[in-house]
């Protein structure tokens, strides 16, 4: 921690030029409005106590960062029978919205759990009266992970989940597809699963709430305060290996050669990270390159791998 404590501001300032490589998201347009040049890290060691760089007071959504965690509530609910009868384990080396696979193998049946069509089969498994119901345990399994205190909580932020929800035309299409091949059942309502999706993704959330949700699965599942186990160790080890496969879409595996360790982004320009009984990161910079992963937060995480030797393999 003490050699992170010393370099890690000078390792933000050279990342941070590399904002001017990427622009931020705009196809959610509320998105549009974050910081183009803003950069901030916060790494949490096993004890919990953490090293920050940057500018880590910024809130963001978490995007297909959120994922990851919707995905472990799934198999907690369902079991690995339930969860991968909707979705495959994969990846595609596509687009994180693409339509293309979705026709070609098994109809239907999304690739992953991280792409679009596969976190969107996921949400349909989450247990819930409601959709309100299920976005409420979806913030308290968020929040737990996350640290949030008892009586506070994680929350929604309205504006990108409504103006995700106005333009997400093409994951409606991916939705209705779904349901076209009864990866989504009758009894499901497409538009009511949409809606648990598009307001998971619009979970707002800190680097330091990030990082300690990362620290979580790097303790395999182990709140790191309390050490009560929060996620059945087989379930985070799913979640790891997506992560390393199919985290950062479409350029997982040059992050993999480059980094080497499980991580997840979202369009946001989050990053979740982590190094296995280590170290849980959490990474915002939200100006991103063309495969929709922030350009100056892998390249921090680039600097900080080689620096120190993260890399799992
Ligand atoms: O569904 C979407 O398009 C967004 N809510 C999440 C996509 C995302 O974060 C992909 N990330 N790199």
Redesign the pocket.
């Given at each position: 921690m003490e050699e992170l404590r010393a370099k890690l501001p000078a390792w933000v300032e050279a990342s941070r030029a590399l904002a001017n490589e990427g622009q931020v998201?705009s196809?959610?347009p509320e998105l549009a409005k974050a910081p183009r040049e803003a950069l901030g890290i916060t790494i949490m060691g096993r004890d919990g106590s953490t090293v920050s760089a940057g500018e880590t007071e910024l809130r963001f959504t978490m995007?297909?960062?959120s994922?990851v965690f919707t995905l472990l509530l799934a198999l907690i609910d369902n079991g690995e029978k339930g969860v991968f009868a909707k979705v495959g384990m994969e990846p595609t080396g596509d687009d994180?919205?693409s339509m293309l696979k979705l026709e070609l193998v098994e109809p239907g049946k999304p690739f992953n759990p991280l792409i679009?069509a596969g976190?969107i089969a996921i949400s349909s498994l989450i247990r819930g009266s409601s959709p309100a119901d299920k976005v409420a345990r979806i913030l308290s399994f968020f929040g737990e992970a996350a640290g949030v205190q008892a009586g506070g909580s994680l929350s929604v932020n309205g504006e990108v989940y409504r103006s995700?929800s106005a333009t997400?035309h093409?994951?409606r299409s991916l939705a209705y597809f779904l349901k076209d091949n009864e990866v989504l059942g009758e009894e499901i309502d497409v538009e009511d699963v949409l809606s648990v999706?598009?307001q998971h993704?619009?979970v707002e959330i800190t680097c330091g709430q990030l990082a300690r949700m990362a620290l979580v699965l790097a303790l395999g599942g182990a709140d790191p305060v309390s050490g009560r186990q929060l996620i059945p160790r087989r379930y985070v080890r799913i979640a790891k290996a997506f992560m390393l496969m199919c985290g950062m879409?479409n350029a997982s595996g040059e992050f993999a050669i480059q980094v080497g360790i499980p991580a997840k982004?979202?369009?946001?320009g989050g990053i979740l990270a982590l190094v296995p009984g280590r170290y849980g990161i959490g990474v915002i910079g939200p100006a991103?390159g063309p495969k929709?992963?922030s350009t100056a937060g892998v390249h921090l995480l680039e600097t900080i791998s080689a620096s120190l030797d993260w890399s799992i393999f």
């Open positions: 998201a196809y959610i995007q297909s960062i994922k994180f919205n679009n976190a995700e997400a093409r994951n999706y598009f993704c619009s879409y982004s979202g369009v946001s991103l929709g992963n």
